[in-house]
């Protein structure tokens, strides 16, 4: 079997159907759009974004975190995150807390609110992504993993230059 001869669910450019790794790519691009639209949806009722909710986990799970470290670690810009921060703080779901050895640091803090929303729509992303890997065995899902742990190899390897 040929990558022509696969059915692809979803549409995908004409060049990637010649082109193994542009097909997979354009698979994994279609699930993690679909992913995205279905948290989304559930999103709604709270009236959050999809990239929101990440934030407001980080926040939880660093206690007090700044802006920048928060940057770092969802491996974004400083002045993206700030927009992010904006928001959530202009709904009520962040606070920020000057440091009290130097006012001109922030500390980013859950409300009240916000913990609320966060622990509700945790459970419900959690379960959505549970749900992707419904059907597969145990033994399914591990070489899944083991699959795409080779692709991130070969991507770092790329990336560094070196091809092991």
């Not at 975190?65 to 940057?71: D, G, N």
């Not at 920020?96 to 729509?121: A, M, P, W």
Request: charged share 35%; net charge positive; proline share 4%.
């Amino acid at each position: 079997m040929t990558n022509k001869d696969i059915k692809y669910p979803y549409k995908m450019p004409d060049f990637a159907k010649d082109n193994e790794g542009a097909a997979f790519f354009w698979r994994i691009r279609n699930i993690k759009h679909s992913r995205m639209l279905a948290i989304n949806d559930m999103l709604s009722e709270y009236d959050l974004h999809y990239t929101q909710p990440p934030v407001l986990g980080l926040i939880d799970r660093m206690d007090g975190p700044t802006q920048k470290e928060l940057a770092d670690k969802m491996n974004t810009s400083a002045a993206a995150m700030s927009a992010t921060l904006k928001r959530l703080e202009k709904v009520g779901l962040v606070e920020r807390v000057s440091f009290d050895e130097d006012s001109r640091k922030n500390k980013i803090r859950l409300t009240e609110k916000g913990r609320q929303i966060h622990d509700d729509t945790f459970d419900k992303t959690m379960a959505i992504d549970k749900m992707m890997l419904e059907g597969f065995s145990p033994a399914e899902t591990q070489k899944l993993f083991e699959f795409l742990n080779r692709i991130q190899h070969n991507i770092d390897s790329l990336r560094k230059g070196t091809k092991e």
